[in-house]
């Protein structure tokens, strides 16, 4: 099992807001990445170190953290958003990569 | 623009031997470790490890520790994941990622902002 742990399945409605949270005690200490992937597709970064966007990401996409629980937020979403989100920061060793299971978006 | 292109996909039987390559282009190949990751049919992603182009320096998972070896070659930009002996349970789709960084007054954060498009590698008798 992933040390950072994620929902399976979240729904939103078209133009809706959205969080995708992310927990694990090592979200104290680390921030916390996020990456997009639709089927088929390669994953891509859209969001670093807890809110930090690269470049062509769409400002909709937000992160944020609170103690052990890191979320990425999604504000008015869009068809094309619909995919898989995964979390990542180090393990509990803080020298290894962790992914959390990963989150399937749909939305409506 | 970087980019990051990775061999064609591979159909072995188990037993077999297997290198896939991952060529950077667009950035000094050596500024940057490069990262594979797993993504078994249906399944997360999973991280394997690391190398560093620079002097072939490499960091494994422990989870993975001893299933493969990672490998580059600056004086072509390339990145490779190989095994000497394959089993069915490695089949998969194979990341290559480049490894960037934050730094703040809370210190280094790494993560990953350019990926290959993808290996898939079946092991099937």
């Known amino acids: 099992s992933s040390e950072l742990t994620q929902d399976p399945a979240v729904s939103v409605a078209l133009g809706q807001t959205v969080r995708i949270t992310c927990q694990g005690d090592?979200?104290?200490?680390?921030?916390a990445n996020w990456y997009q992937q639709k089927p088929t597709q390669a994953p891509i970064l859209v969001i670093y170190a807890k809110n930090n966007r690269p470049s062509g990401i769409p400002d909709r996409f937000s992160g944020s953290s609170s103690g052990s629980t890191a979320s990425l937020t999604i504000t008015g979403a869009q068809a094309e958003d619909e995919a898989d989100y995964y979390c990542?920061?180090?393990?509990?060793?803080?020298?290894?990569?962790?992914f959390g299971g990963g989150t399937r978006l749909t939305v409506l | 623009d970087v980019l990051l292109e990775q061999s064609g996909a591979e159909m072995k039987k188990p037993g077999e031997s297997l290198k896939i390559s991952c060529m950077g282009s667009?950035?000094?190949?050596?500024?940057?470790?490069i990262a594979w990751v797993r993504q078994m049919p249906g399944k997360g992603l999973e991280y394997l490890g690391i190398?560093?182009?620079?002097?072939?320096?490499?960091k494994y998972s422990p989870s993975f520790q001893g299933q493969f070896t990672l490998s580059a070659d600056k004086s072509i930009s390339t990145a490779y994941l190989q095994w000497s002996v394959l089993k069915a349970s490695d089949t998969a789709i194979y990341y290559c990622?480049?490894?960037?960084?934050?730094?703040?007054?809370?210190?280094?954060?790494?993560?990953?902002?350019?990926w290959g498009q993808g290996t898939p590698v079946t092991v099937s008798s």
């Open positions: 090592r979200l104290r200490h680390y921030y």
């Open positions: 667009g950035y000094d190949f050596t500024d940057h470790w």
């Open positions: 190398v560093y182009p620079g002097d072939s320096d490499t």
């Open positions: 990622a480049r490894r960037a960084y934050f730094n703040d007054n809370l210190g280094i954060e790494y993560y990953y902002d350019y």
């Open positions: 990542q920061s180090r393990d509990s060793t803080g020298n290894d990569v962790v």
